[in-house]
């Protein structure tokens, strides 16, 4: 039971770069959710999805995009990464509970 | 923007001290949750208080709630070293579960 795991771990991209993060879950959750965690702040949310096939924009959506095309799997997409975007991304899940579980994190330099 | 908003900010005591974390935010909520992030790792979910709960307990945690001040706090008794943590209240509200992070408590405790 791995829970939330988050590929890749690192990642380094020059401007205008795209690149895809994967999000997998493996306790058949509803709910996945996109944040991001800039230095000395909170998490800000991305996107999000209440179930497969289905997403929603967050707090701070531009310049990303989601899909969800099975239930374990939510990916976030960077069609043209800028210097803005630096951030480290957390993925998360939930189920029949309010509480979300976590993955570890990737930690995106956009240069 | 941030819904909750920590204080103090960054907090340093003795292990086995106690130490508290404020969390003050605007809007109504459905519950109210405190996460914990180590260094470099994903947030964990430690406890979460209904809004028609007052007070929580788990294991050295106890958290309150008073929703006509629109704050919490989160006490830790009895730290220890492994304590040392970020910790993040965040709100819910909404169908999707939605939470909102607070900018959090950077909590020190030397042993």
């Known amino acids: 039971n791995a829970g939330v795991t988050q590929t890749p771990k690192f990642r380094v991209l020059k401007t205008g770069q795209s690149m895809t993060l994967l999000c997998a879950q493996d306790?058949?959750?509803?709910?996945m959710y996109w944040y991001r965690q800039d230095p000395g702040m909170g998490l800000r949310l991305i996107h999000y999805s209440v179930g497969e096939g289905t997403t929603a924009k967050g707090e701070v959506p531009d310049g990303y995009n989601v899909s969800r095309l099975k239930k374990q799997n939510f990916l976030l997409g960077l069609e043209s990464a800028a210097p803005s975007q630096t951030s480290v991304y957390f993925c998360a899940s939930s189920g029949d509970h309010y509480e979300q579980y976590f993955g570890p994190g990737t930690r995106l330099t956009v240069t | 923007s941030q819904q909750g908003e920590e204080d103090p900010q960054a907090l340093s005591i003795q292990e086995g001290e106690n130490a508290t974390m404020n969390c003050s935010y605007k809007?109504?909520?459905?519950?109210l949750q405190w996460y914990r992030q180590n260094s470099g790792r994903g947030l964990v979910h430690l406890i979460l208080i209904r809004s028609n709960e007052r007070e929580k307990h788990s294991g050295r945690l106890r958290v309150t709630l008073d929703t006509s001040k629109k704050s919490s706090s989160l006490l830790i008794t009895a730290s220890r070293a492994a304590d040392t943590a970020s910790y993040f209240c965040a709100t819910a509200g909404g169908s999707a579960r939605q939470l909102t992070f607070g900018s959090g408590t950077q909590l020190t405790v030397l042993p």
């Open positions: 306790m058949n959750h509803e709910y």
């Open positions: 809007t109504s909520i459905n519950n």
